[in-house]
């Protein structure tokens, strides 16, 4: 099925290239939409049934296990496809060990969160439970193969038509334990299940869509070729998942669940915007690949045009919800969460350099600077943590909507004005800051 509409494609049909990346963008675009809708509705609904306290202990959770997810990707995503499209008929090799890696970090991810959470909360068997079952999540991961394989094909719809099936059914679940009271377990096994239903499908559907699975295969050397390139990745994805999460962590421990629950209702209103940048470039990237072949001139003025977007894009997203924030809480959460309209206000303005700094990695990943990611993001994690010590004893959620944003801005625009090979880059995002410019100046082909 093609979703580009009809007027559209009418007039874009002698370039199968655009037709192929826009029908890409428009499956990712369909899969977010629906995720990010009915989720929106089903969490907010599982939000006001658990109330503050119980959604902060859940959402904790969900942080903490997020921390270690880096550890189960081993950052192939990004070399994986990269491979897979400079080097199709290797697919069956590259796949295959990226497959038994993932699922070796998957294990190792797996104890390291059993034994950090008996660490960090001795006395909590409730939270300890959770984050075990929730955990279990990281064991599927090599499944994402199959994810990888469709993504450098440009055929996203595969995966769509998967992950959509198993959560609009269970949504349905979920919403089956509210009417019925259920308790908090309940809802966190039923987030794993949905994780091993989604895995398990995703590998039927790569056996028949993509390399057969038999005919995969692993190779040692592949494995370590795999690993030299992917390490600064995996440990820049630890650093980014740090900044990114480790603010819902440090409140639970040094305010309480309670105050989790209100930075986490205002999270899910700002972060919903987050898969905009992530489907755009994921269906650039090839193409941004073939024009750096082609012309460096045209391979930077790629980027510029990709930078114009995501601001543009980001900052006309956090106006209109500043605007709206205590309506958006109002409306979905209720009273009891009324404290995070002014988290909402700070946290969403984080957008526009989460936005630049997808767009960024790309560039890095294409020149090979995934050392330099790798300082960046360390900065801007070792940037959050400091600042969450010191802002959430005084500011609480507040503080930690600040520390989120100042170290965004730091890990995704500030640091590249310290290396030389990233500095024109820091230029590049500066322009896109020129709102005028960015709407309006056409930069040639």
């Known amino acids: 099925m093609n979703l ?9 049909a002698h370039r199968p290239n655009l037709v192929k990346i826009l029908d890409n963008i428009g499956w990712l675009f369909l899969d977010k939409v629906l995720r990010m809708g009915v989720g929106l509705l089903v969490g907010v609904w599982i939000a006001r049934y658990l ?41 069956p090799l590259t796949l295959g060990t990226a497959g038994v890696l993932m699922l070796i970090g998957g294990f190792v991810s797996y104890l390291l969160i059993l034994v950090t959470i008996a660490y960090l909360r001795p006395d909590d068997p409730l939270a300890r439970t959770i984050v075990a079952i929730l955990g279990a999540m990281q064991l599927f991961r090599a499944s994402e193969i199959a994810v990888y394989w469709f993504e450098s094909q440009v055929q996203s719809k595969y995966t769509v038509w998967v992950q959509n099936g198993a959560f609009l059914v269970f949504a349905a679940v979920k919403v089956a334990l509210i009417l019925s009271h259920a308790p908090l ?19 039927i559907v790569l056996g028949r869509r993509g390399p057969a699975r038999k005919k995969l295969r692993i190779n040692a050397e592949r494995a370590k070729t795999l690993l030299r390139d992917a390490w600064p990745l995996m440990l820049s994805g630890m650093a980014i998942t740090i900044y990114m999460k480790i603010d819902q ?24 915007w987050y898969f905009i940048p992530l489907i755009i470039t994921s269906s650039i990237f090839p193409t941004i690949i073939e024009a750096k072949k082609r012309s460096e ?17 980001s900052v006309g997203i956090a106006l209109l919800t500043t605007a709206l924030a205590s309506r958006l809480i109002g409306i979905l959460f209720g009273v009891n969460y009324a404290a995070a309209a002014d988290v909402l206000v700070i946290h969403v303005w984080a957008a526009v350099f989460v936005f630049i700094g997808v767009a960024g990695s790309k560039w890095m990943l294409i020149e090979g600077c995934t050392s330099l990611n ?13 600042l969450n010590i010191l802002l959430i004893p005084y500011f609480k959620s507040q503080g930690a909507a ?7 801005a730091v890990a995704a625009f500030l640091a590249d004005f310290f290396y030389n090979k ?19 100046y056409r930069l040639p082909a």
């Open 249 to 272: 962590i440090m409140l639970g421990q040094m305010v309480g669940d309670e105050e989790v629950g209100i930075y986490s209702a205002a999270v899910r209103i700002s972060e919903i």
């Open 402 to 408: 600040v520390a989120t944003l100042l170290s965004y």
């Open 51 to 91: 109330g503050p306290e119980q959604f902060g202990l859940l959402n904790f959770a969900l942080a903490f296990t997020g921390l270690f997810a880096a550890i189960s990707g081993m950052g192939l995503q990004g070399i994986v496809v990269r491979d897979l499209v400079r080097d199709p008929d290797g697919a």
């Open 4 to 12: 580009i509409p009809g007027f559209i494609h009418r007039r874009i």
């Open 185 to 203: 377990t309940a809802f966190v096994w039923a987030t794993l299940a949905e994780a091993a239903v989604v895995a398990a499908v995703l590998l």
């Open 422 to 440: 990233t500095r024109d880059m820091f230029y590049m995002k500066l322009r896109s800051f020129n709102l005028y410019r960015a709407l309006f």
């Open 297 to 313: 001139v045209e391979y930077n003025n790629r980027m510029q045009r990709l930078y114009d977007l995501m601001i543009v894009t």
């Open 374 to 386: 790798l300082h960046r993001t360390v900065l801007g994690a070792v940037s959050n943590v400091v």
